[in-house]
């Protein structure tokens, strides 16, 4: 019921008033009176004027369930939009991919379900290095997905969720003014000035021909003011890139968008023809030298852009090579 009101008070331009919220939801006038107060307790500012009703006039930057589905719900027919079909969120928790993947292993959690916390203890980077993730200030958030594709496929999810994450916070800086440009750097990394501001894990459990299921986890800094010395020279955050506090919730919303959009055209052919011009369009160091780790090799050379398996192609004194995983920096 809380998603509901906020839904409708959140897409009214005017006042709303309790009669009307109590017939829309079919619930009593004390009912409502209660949500709005435990909406006020969540930092939310409503003004309630006698014979107009509730108006929100601030919204808090927090990441709950109500928070962020009040903004994929279609007030009308109440169904959603977008890819995440519910929100679990967490205070504090160890690590959101963890969460996610003890809830489709323990209570087999559907398809669509979103993890989300303000702090992580425990947060987790590729290859067991680790992900700073301080309250207050970042998106750590893990999607669990089950999807009906081949296990090989699966790494391109990583590709898929890399243009959402771009887009979503391309959308929400647009819509505050700003033209600056966040990039994608092959394969899991989001940058703004050539600083990570976003990282992707992607893990999955299959038998050799069945996925069980698959978690996307972003990890996105939204309005951190300053990292420690370890990652001050390669990280920030889209706070300190614009000078402009995002409420994070937005871009957790636009993500869903996007995220549904890039998976539909994937899940058809479970490749990346359809998306790798997109792709090729907001990777950051296309055309540009990189240098490649793969497979304990060096390969230096321009990357060309990714194929439809999503691999890197980069065109070397020796011709082209492909690389599947590693790790690319820009020269
Ligand atoms: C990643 O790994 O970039 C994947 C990060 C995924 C984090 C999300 S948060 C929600 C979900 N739950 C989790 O436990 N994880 C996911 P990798 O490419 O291996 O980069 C890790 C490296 O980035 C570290 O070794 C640091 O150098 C650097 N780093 C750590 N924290 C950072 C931060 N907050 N911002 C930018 N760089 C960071």
Redesign the pocket.
Known sequence: MKTKILNVLRKSDGYVSGQALCNMLGVSRTAVWKVINQLKEEGYVIEAVQNKGYHITQYPDILTSSEIMSQLTCVDTGSTTGIIREVVYYDETD????EAKRAAERDNAADGTLYITES?T??????G?????PAGS?I???LLLRPDIAPVNASMLTIVAAMAVQEAIHTVLKEDGHDAECRIKWP??IVLNKK?VC???TEMSAEMDYIHYVVI???I?VNTTE?DD??KA??SSLYLETGDHLKRSRIVAAFSESFAKYYDTFVKTQNLAGLKEDYNSMLVNKGGDVKAIYADKEIVGKAIGINDEGELIIKTDEGEKIIRTGEVSVR
């Not at 425990?122 to 290859?127: P, Q, S, T, W």
């Open positions: 690590s959101t991919n963890n992580q425990g947060g987790r980077g590729r290859r290095r680790n992900w700073v993730s970042g750590w958030m893990s899991n990394d990570k990282g992707i894990l986890g972003m990890g800094n990292f370890s990652i390669t990280a």
